[in-house]
């Protein structure tokens, strides 16, 4: 019988949105505890934790946060004159929080991998029905004048990316969007998103036909 993996301690910056994997992420850093993790990121190995926030703010601390994340992986950066940083990051794979240390400096846990399902003969299927469902939503949206993807959005060839980036452009709610993350199998991940979207698509048509 193996035994179960270690948990190690990851940076973390906690967010008011999701980061799922395979997705790219654009931060502006200029809390200064959020600048001393970004110069010990970049110095030992470019990787840090994200964790959607439950309750509290992004700045000044002192909030609670979800106990599933995505590693964040920086793929650029740039420093700028007065300290602050531009980061470009890209999700790598989820997490589960085995404890949260002390925020000193800034946010540390001991997190363990949270590893995918295999997807199963049901994916393809399944997947279909999310992105008809997504990219009606977002159709939607559009015609609202709502901040959102295009619908014509362009998916990755592997449904198992493309299932990550579709739960990603979803126009729902970051809990619905944390929900999304929980789910270990694919096909169920992807059912639930096509849930989701249909509630929110009936929504959107709602309010489109009532001007």
């Known amino acids: 019988m193996s035994s179960p993996p270690a948990a190690v301690p990851l940076p973390m910056f906690p967010l008011g949105s999701v980061l799922f994997p395979h997705v790219p992420l654009a931060l502006h850093v200029f809390e200064e505890r959020y600048r001393a993790l970004v110069r010990d990121v970049l110095r030992h190995g470019q990787e840090f934790g994200v964790v959607l926030i439950e309750r ?21 950066a740039l420093a700028l004159p007065d300290g602050r940083w531009q980061l470009l990051c890209l999700g790598a794979r989820r997490f589960t929080v085995a404890a ?5 400096p800034y946010p540390v846990a001991l997190v363990e991998d949270r590893p995918e399902r295999p997807a199963g003969p049901s994916g393809a299927a399944a997947l279909a029905r999310a992105e008809a469902e ?25 449904p198992a990316v493309a299932g990550h980036q579709l739960a990603a452009v979803a126009p729902l709610g970051p809990v619905d969007h944390q929900r999304l993350l929980e789910v270990d199998d694919p096909a169920e991940r992807l059912a639930l998103l096509a849930e989701l979207a249909a509630e929110a698509a009936g929504l959107l048509a709602f309010r489109l036909s009532a001007g």
Do not use: H, I, Y
């Open 56 to 76: 509290g703010a992004e700045v000044g601390g002192g909030d609670t946060r979800f106990g599933v994340g995505t590693v964040a992986r920086v793929v650029e």
């Open 100 to 104: 949260w240390l002390p925020d000193d």
């Open 134 to 158: 997504v990219r009606r939503c977002l159709a939607l949206a559009g015609e609202l004048g709502e901040p959102a993807a295009p619908a014509g959005v362009r998916l990755a060839d592997d």
